[in-house]
């Protein structure tokens, strides 16, 4: 597809399990974006790639979570030991160039929930 | 402090009629980038519009303008002629400090949520 793609759609996970949520971006964006959003908030920052590079991981909120891009396309964003305030709806958006003046693509998000 | 505030949770609008979105942002940085996008119930985040803290004119997308007040620190978001697909909810976003420093990330407002009545 010509749209930035996530998987699962909706992810069920009891706590303490791991997940990993999958994000494939436009092909040839350059930056890749993940953003958390809690129910009826905006969304928040977590992390961004440049290519395979993450130059800034300063919203991951615990070591619990990780993201990687190891070939600077497809991105994925893995919680270990999941809690119940990890859920959320969790958004990918890439972009072609370096600039911010160009428009991000979102993805349709991963809506994760924590039983 | 709050960057992004948006003091409407929601809005009631009758088809065809204009529409004004409030957004304040708070930064000290001299650039910046201001940004809306549409969340429909599908999910996905819709760029609408965007400006530039530089930018001398208001920006304009069809039916979409940004009312840029700098010195009040406002980005109001005009739709006119709604439509009942306008239905959704709204976010105002901003990117502090310039590409050249490196600045990527947005950060997103609490959102407006906006409905046309037919």
């Known amino acids: 597809g010509a749209g930035v793609s996530q998987s699962p759609r909706y992810k069920v996970a009891k706590r303490g399990q791991d997940v990993a949520l999958r994000c494939d971006p436009i092909s040839g964006h350059v930056s890749l974006f993940w953003y958390q959003q809690a129910l009826g908030q905006g969304p928040e920052f977590l992390t961004y790639?440049?290519?395979?590079?993450?130059?800034?991981k300063s919203g991951l909120p615990s070591d619990r979570f990780f993201a990687e891009r190891p070939e600077g396309s497809v991105s994925t964003l893995k919680i270990q030991r999941t809690q119940q305030e990890d859920s959320a709806v969790y958004l990918c958006a890439s972009r072609q160039g370096l600039t911010m003046n160009t428009e991000a693509f979102f993805g349709q998000g991963t809506r994760l929930t924590v039983v | 402090a709050q960057k992004i505030t948006q003091t409407q949770p929601g809005m009631f609008v009758q088809e065809k009629e204009a529409v004004t979105l409030d957004c304040t942002y708070d930064t000290s940085d001299p650039s910046y980038g201001l940004f809306w996008y549409k969340q429909p119930s599908s999910g996905e985040m819709i760029f609408l519009i965007y400006?530039?803290?530089?930018?001398?004119q208001n920006a304009t997308e069809g039916r979409y303008s940004l009312n840029f007040q700098k010195a009040r620190k406002s980005a109001n978001l005009v739709i006119s002629a709604s439509q009942l697909g306008d239905s959704a909810m709204y976010f105002c976003?901003?990117?502090?400090?310039?590409?050249?420093?490196?600045?990527?990330?947005?950060?997103f407002g609490q959102g407006t949520r906006l409905t046309i009545n037919p």
């Open positions: 400006q530039g803290s530089y930018d001398q």
């Open positions: 976003a901003m990117r502090e400090g310039s590409i050249i420093q490196g600045a990527q990330k947005l950060v």
């Open positions: 790639f440049q290519n395979e590079a993450q130059l800034d």
